[in-house]
């Protein structure tokens, strides 16, 4: 929990270890699936009414899978903050699930792979994820046709049963509240709540090599994927600032050397990309089939030339982007307990704004170029959708990743 009593609002997040990593094999999509299955009326509220009342409340309500987690997610005037953790509570511990409206949830659910389908860069996101790290836990979270077409009630059911559990769950809670009355009130809820886990996770080695997904179109998507350090390393944020420095806004040098010196796409960019053991970055770009060639070499060689290290003014741009990230966080209940609750799954206890801050304060040039001295980006993997797939016999020096 964290009090912000300048506001008026309450958020809560809470995260159940339900997200698609808990996915069969046979049956990828079915974390989605469910989330949208639990939604359709809990405890004494159908699904009509499970909406109606969340409305009456004021929410505004999200929920969203992730690899690890089921979240729900909502926002409401505080004095309505006990009312909706109760409706929360029946999601969790009693949901509905009416058969009735399975076709209905299904229909949904293909609609969600459709549209994943026709985002090409998310779908290159994707494999980008699969190729570094090991399975499950690259594995995104809609699923194929094939396997939502199979799933079944029970399926839904027992999926519930096993990874709706408090075991590994986590409740956000941010915005103008009282720790003592809080506490109480989760005591309450869900004090009582059993459950543990019903499997444990066995790894596979992730997708070896590069790859190119055919795809007739004028366009051609490149990303490219290369080990970093998680969110839990201590030189996170030496490597979030470094690729800050890479693909942070219009001055960055993703944009100014790819986009705007040399014309070659629409959209470029790169990204840290953390899961609670391992990390990533993810670079992206959209290009026309014509300048995919020309669009990769480059990006890879500023992928590579940040290994020389980055300086001072590029820093002071950066830091002062990170920072209004962090005031921004302050002036708004949902993104404070979403980060909370990240935090705890990943650390295991939460870092104060004020503790990142001080991080940032004490990130400087020497210390990034240190870093990149010691971790230079290598060991790239690269996915291309489109036409033709491009030479990558020179990403690393020659041969396959």
């Not at 998310?122 to 995104?140: A, I, M, S, T, V």
């Not at 820093?315 to 209004?324: P, Q």
Request: hydrophobic share 35%.
């Amino acid at each position: 929990m964290q009090s912000m009593p300048w506001l008026e609002s309450a958020a809560i997040s809470v995260l159940v270890p339900a997200g698609s990593q808990r996915d069969p094999s046979e049956l990828p999509g079915l974390a989605s699936f469910t989330a949208e299955m639990v939604q359709r009326g809990c405890g004494n509220l159908n699904s009509r009414q499970f909406v109606d009342e969340l409305d009456r409340l004021g929410a505004a309500r999200s929920a969203s899978v992730t690899n690890s987690h089921t979240r729900f997610s909502a926002a409401v005037p505080s004095s309505r903050l006990e009312e909706t953790l109760a409706i929360y509570r029946d999601l969790l511990r009693s949901p509905h699930l009416p058969e009735a409206q399975l076709e209905d949830s299904r229909m949904v659910a293909m609609q969600e792979l459709l549209a994943m389908e026709d985002d090409l860069a998310q779908k290159l996101l994707r494999e980008l994820r699969l190729r570094l790290y090991p399975d499950p836990y690259g594995r995104g979270t809609t699923g194929s046709p094939e396997s939502v077409q199979a799933i079944s009630h029970r399926d839904v059911a027992s999926h519930v049963e096993d990874y709706y559990v408090p075991e590994n769950s986590i409740i956000s809670i941010a915005g103008k509240i009282e720790f003592e009355a809080v506490t109480s009130i989760i005591e309450n809820l869900f004090g009582d709540w059993e459950g543990a886990l019903q499997s444990d996770i066995y790894q596979t080695p992730p997708r070896d090599g590069h790859h190119h997904i055919q795809h007739e179109s004028s366009q051609t998507q490149i990303g490219i994927v290369y080990p970093s350090v998680p969110y839990s390393h201590p030189d996170y944020f030496l490597a979030r600032s470094a690729i800050g420095i890479l693909s942070d806004g219009m001055s960055s040098r993703l944009f100014t050397e790819v986009r705007e010196k040399r014309g070659l796409c629409y959209t470029v960019y790169a990204m840290c990309h953390t899961i609670k053991e391992e990390g990533c970055v993810l670079a992206y770009a959209g290009t026309t089939t014509d300048r995919a060639q020309e669009t990769l070499d480059v990006m890879l060689a500023e992928i590579r030339r940040l290994g020389d290290g980055v300086f001072e003014d590029e820093l002071k741009r950066l830091k002062a982007r990170m920072k209004t990230g962090l005031i921004m966080q302050q002036e708004s209940s949902s993104s404070r307990s979403i980060s909370m609750a990240s935090d705890w799954h990943l650390l295991g206890y939460v870092r104060t704004l004020e503790e990142l801050s001080d991080i940032l304060d004490k990130v400087n040039t020497e210390s990034i170029n240190q870093y990149l001295s010691d971790h230079p980006p290598q060991q790239f993997k690269v996915v291309t959708l489109g036409q033709h797939a491009l030479d990558t016999s020179g990403v690393n020096g020659g041969g396959e990743a």
